[in-house]
């Protein structure tokens, strides 16, 4: 079920929902908070696990509207044709079957999401996402891939897919870079160790079952996709951060408790 905004959050509810944000991919009022954190690029220190984060979201839509109200403004004063801001229009998936994938870490080394969606002639026909509260930005894209080859490879289904992702090291290192570290080890060089050696190695097993060329997709410029892979990411993080045993409170003040601005 769906995170229920009170009545006195709906301006923020609108505001994420023109961000882009799937308001049925909010389960929790925590989850709420942070994705509504993400997005408005606030720092308010989140309280304890389990305790109510209400006015924390109260504060981001303060803040949201202040960004909305100077977004207004400075919008009126662009020539037209300018591409500063977040893109608007959202570019609809191709015809086909076709997976987005994705990663994110905050910070970097820190807790990490993955994720990936899948759409066929336009529809997203499927989801998943996960993630690791010790990551690197790099482990998650990586996975975020390696977990779509899987998904499609389990399908056992023969039929041609296309997969993107917004970053050149998981598609360079797919479609180019692995072939030379496989020749030379999974290293590269005789003293130097490859970083995610074991993730490379997965991934290349994972293509050798599907056989296909990766695409690189440009980041947060609109295309539907990629922003709700990026969305299934960051769900992924918090759910990392949601194992984390309750007395490790070291961790969780790491991740999110910012100071209050």
Not at 247 to 252: A, E, V
């Amino acid at each position: 079920m769906a995170y229920t905004f009170p009545a006195s959050l709906h301006p923020l509810r609108d505001w994420l929902a023109a961000q882009g944000l799937d308001e049925q991919s909010l389960k929790t009022e925590r989850q709420t908070a942070f994705m509504a954190q993400r997005l408005a690029g606030t720092r308010f220190k989140f309280p304890p696990k389990g305790q109510s984060c209400i006015l924390v979201l109260q504060k981001i839509q303060a803040a949201a509207q202040i960004r909305i109200t100077e977004g207004i403004a400075s919008t009126a004063t662009q020539s037209k044709g300018s591409k500063r801001g977040r893109p608007q229009v959202e570019i609809t998936p191709p015809a086909g079957l076709v997976i987005y994938c994705d990663g994110a870490c905050d910070p970097n080394p820190g807790a990490g999401g993955w994720g990936f969606v899948v759409y066929r002639d336009g529809v997203e026909i499927h989801t998943e996402c996960g993630g690791d509260p010790v990551a690197t930005n790099n482990t998650m894209e990586l996975t975020g891939a390696l977990m779509a080859l899987r998904w499609f490879a389990a399908r056992g289904v023969i039929e041609p897919v296309r997969l993107l992702c917004d970053s050149q090291y998981v598609v360079r290192g797919c479609n180019e870079w692995r072939h030379g570290w496989k020749k030379k080890g999974w290293k590269r060089g005789p003293q130097k160790e490859l970083a995610n050696a074991d993730l490379w190695r997965e991934l290349d097993e994972a293509l050798t079952l599907v056989p296909i060329t990766l695409e690189w997709c440009k980041g947060h410029a609109g295309i539907l996709g990629n922003e709700r892979a990026d969305e299934l990411s960051l769900i992924g993080r918090e759910k990392a951060l949601e194992t984390v045993p309750a007395g490790n409170g070291s961790l969780i003040e790491q991740q999110l408790a910012y100071e209050v601005v």
